[in-house]
């Protein structure tokens, strides 16, 4: 056996390129909580509409089954421990997110200089987080909203949502706007179809479930 055994080197390839270091949350002026109710009131009672919607259709379609629904909260600023505020909700399910930027400013979210003052040429940043939820769940999300705006304390284990509320931009459920118009999949399949491309290729939106029973039953 030689002293020294020969060490076998790969190929060079190509360097990676340094991941830049993100720049930090900037200053932000949130709306205040009289501001919040006025906007988000309204998403709230229609996200309500949709889940009553569903859970009569599924009564008559599909006896026994529970509605749930993905719904898409989009926060500006930095929100902390969203994961969590979720697992802390019973029937609520964490599925992911995606950092938000150059979101630009307007009257209720912007950013603040040293001396705090509004930077209007700012832009913001955020996060878009996905969560599944079925109906029990989302009787226990307005009811802590409800005490939010009413300026309640939250019970103990669920004051995380004390920040969701205050950094949260908007709230709905996952629809055609997140699984087409901001992917610039219109687009693309106008120009196929242009180019007399009638077959076009697609992925099936398939989510990850924790639970593994769930995931059996997404298959079938």
Known sequence: MPERPLLIIPSPG?????????????????????????????????????????????RIEAAGTTPEEVLVLETVGYVEDFLAAVRNIDGMEWLGEIEEEDIPPDDDFFALDSQGRRKPEKTLRGRIFLVFSNHRALEQMLSLWQRWQRGESLPRGLGKWNHVFAHLRDIRPWGVRDRLLETGVLEDWKERMEHNEEILPCEIELWFRRDPDMRITARK
């Open 14 to 58: 190509q360097p990676i390129e340094r991941q830049k270091k993100k720049p930090p949350w900037p200053n932000i002026r949130l709306p205040s909580r009289q501001r919040q109710v006025q906007r988000l009131g309204p998403r709230f009672t229609a996200l309500q509409e949709t889940f009553e919607a569903r859970r009569a259709r599924l």
